[in-house]
């Protein structure tokens, strides 16, 4: 099956650093990746979509300019985290959808802690 | 607004038996249901869907019913196995903002027991 990678799995950074995490689909392309956020005992919240060689569509509550997302090439898509504090310690995972498929592929997830 | 809710956080079944896990929604667009399976340290993987012209799917041990009128599917598995306990999430889409813009409920943690 189609696979997400999805790094660091696990980051631990000091408030006011900022935190890249890279999501790649291995073999296939993924026209869309999609980020969420997931805070204890609660959803997966939808951050972002992203479509390769375009700007990402945000959801309402979302600040675009902490949650930069770049989606340079059709494996590779990054969230960095700007200017971290310590209530952007979070669960963040990325999933992917195939240019002709219909199937959510996930990342393994990563845990940010912000000190 | 919690669009999609599990409301029971944990549930424990013996081997052998059924499980079933349940969701409810809120948002009467939602017209796709999907069941997501989740391990520790790895992504959700999907496990089955549902389209809301249907009020049953099966594929093997795993059966999602939906009750458009209640608003309330369910995902039952028989017989239960311990490779099943795993963090289950339940989500929904509304096909007309893109069948892949998810919204998902807080999981269920199955525990099965040898």
């Known amino acids: 099956g189609a696979v997400v990678s999805q790094h660091p799995s696990r980051v631990i950074c000091k408030s006011g650093t900022s935190v890249k995490i890279e999501c790649r689909s291995l073999?296939?392309?993924?026209?869309?990746m999609f980020w969420y956020r997931q805070f204890p005992k609660q959803s997966l919240m939808l951050m972002a979509t992203?479509?390769?060689?375009?700007?990402?569509?945000?959801e309402q509550g979302v600040e675009k300019d902490k949650f930069l997302i770049n989606h340079a090439s059709l494996t590779l898509s990054t969230l960095t985290v700007t200017s971290a504090h310590p209530e952007d310690s979070s669960f963040y995972i990325c999933?992917?959808?195939?240019?002709?498929?219909?199937?959510?592929?996930f990342g393994s997830g990563t845990q940010l802690s912000v000190l | 607004d919690q669009q999609v809710k599990q409301n029971s956080p944990s549930l424990s079944v013996q081997e052998g038996r059924i499980s079933i896990l349940n969701c409810d929604y809120t948002n009467s667009m939602f017209d796709y249901f999907l069941w997501y399976k989740k391990y520790p340290a790895e992504g959700p993987t999907f496990l089955i869907s549902i389209s809301s012209i249907k009020d049953k799917n099966e594929d093997g041990r795993f059966t999602v019913f939906l009750n458009k009128s209640a608003k309330h599917l369910s995902l039952h598995i028989v017989p239960s196995q311990p490779g099943d306990s795993a963090v289950y999430f339940c989500a929904a889409s509304a096909r007309r903002e893109g069948a892949q813009k998810l919204v998902f409920g807080q999981g269920t943690r199955l525990t099965i027991n040898p």
């Open positions: 073999d296939f392309q993924a026209t869309t």
């Open positions: 999933s992917a959808i195939q240019r002709s498929g219909t199937k959510l592929f």
């Open positions: 992203s479509n390769e060689g375009s700007k990402a569509t945000y």
